[in-house]
């Protein structure tokens, strides 16, 4: 799902993500109120989302939608890289943050990481994570196990649970239970702020 208020964008979007052979547009909005209706309707995979929209902006929606729809992933989608944009965002529950300046190529990336159920941010964006996550003084990620601390990693990486079951030899049950303490033990409750964790313990680096 598109939301965005300019038209050009959301005609444009539409069209050259209706090319790409297992994507669907289900729906395109202008606002933030009309963005968390259709999520509720439509149920899409990833909403593409602004954030500077009318009625509701996006980081009030995408904390809408990430409440209430965890099956559905938030990619911010935004000319914004100041981190006064970028930390309401990722704290909202976005699991991903692209410029508008980016490549489609570099969109179609973001996408798919994030449908998984992973993430994915701008070099810039991810580089502005890194840097706040280096000012903490103490990390909660010190007390991971050392299994809890690898399937961080591959959870920042972008695999999804039934990935990493395969990869480790576990069941999924397993997985999902180390995942549980993971996010109690870091008092995180929505992907993005693993991902931030894992890169502030340098399980994962960010684009360069």
Known sequence: MVADDHAIVREGLRMLLGEQPG??????????????????????????MDLGMPELNGVDATRAICRDHPGTQVLVLSMHAGEEYVRPAIRAGASGYLLKGAAFTELLTAIAAVARGGAYFSPAIARLVLDDSRRRETHPADALTSRESEILRMVAQGRSSNEIAKHLGLSMKTVEGHRGRIMAKLDVHHLAGLVRYAVWAGLVSPDP
């Open 23 to 48: 994507i669907e547009v289900v729906a395109e909005v202008a606002d933030g109120l009309a963005a968390v209706a259709a999520v509720r309707e439509h149920r899409p995979e990833v909403v593409l």
